[in-house]
Structures are given as C-alpha cells and as structure tokens.
C-alpha cells in the first residue's frame, strides 16, 4: 500500500509513504502506478463497512487497511514499526470481555507492544492523540 495525495501524485512533487515506512518520491510512485492496479482510499468516505461489532472478532480487509491508514505505524509512544508489521489490538474493551471490532476502537501494536499489552505486569494507557504507553505495574 502506497499513502500518497492526489496532488503529488498529478504534480510530481512531494512524499509517498508505503504500509512498511518506506519513503518515495512522486516520481517514484508514479513509476509504481503505472503498473498497479490502483485503488484510492477516500479517507472518512463511507464506501466500506468499518463497523463489524461483534460479528468477527479480527480486524481484516478494509477495516484492517484503516487502520493502516490512521495509524501508520505502531502506536506505542516512541515505537517506529511500520503498519505492514503491526497487529491490531481492540483497545477499549479486549475481545474476551465483549470488545467490538471497529475503527475507533482497534489501534495497531507492534508485536511486542501487543503483547506487552495483554500482560497483567503492564498497565497500558490509551491517550486521546491515539498513542499508547506501558508502565510497569508495581
């Protein structure tokens, strides 16, 4: 997946982002255009279902590009691990409790703040910026 806008992409100019943290430029993107079959993302559009409640419990297919999409990496503060490498963690209420898959409450983590955040030695805080921190509960 490549995040770009319309305009650097018409333009030439400016940055593309890839799902894994990779930069490019307009060129290069347009290069990769060329031959993809491309689909764009309307951001806040309305054309795929990101609410499934508790129908499924993974966040997969649109829902899971969203994410993408919002997050672009993991959220833990500090953490550079692109969204490509990243698992989707129901943040407000966990699965297990009656949790709902849906875009406002999955993030993505890394695996190793996925895990850290499923671990009862670690209390995990969920800030309203969408980053998350971990502390050592005592």
Known sequence: MVMTTLE????????????????????????LACQAGIIPV??????EILDLGRSKRLFTG?????????DRQCTADGCTIPAAWCEAHHH????SRGGKTNLS??????????????????????????????????
């Open 92 to 95: 407000n209420q966990p699965w």
């Open 105 to 138: 409450d999955g993030k993505l983590l890394c695996p190793f703040h996925h895990h850290r955040a499923h671990d009862p030695a670690w209390a995990t805080h969920h800030h309203p910026n969408g980053s998350t921190t971990f502390h050592r509960r005592t």
């Open 62 to 70: 649109p829902l899971r590009k969203a994410l993408a999409l919002r």
């Open 42 to 47: 309307v951001l806040s559009g309305k054309g």
């Open 8 to 31: 650097s992409l018409r333009s030439g100019a400016g940055i593309a982002e890839t799902s894994t943290g990779d930069r490019l430029t307009a060129d290069q993107t347009r290069r």
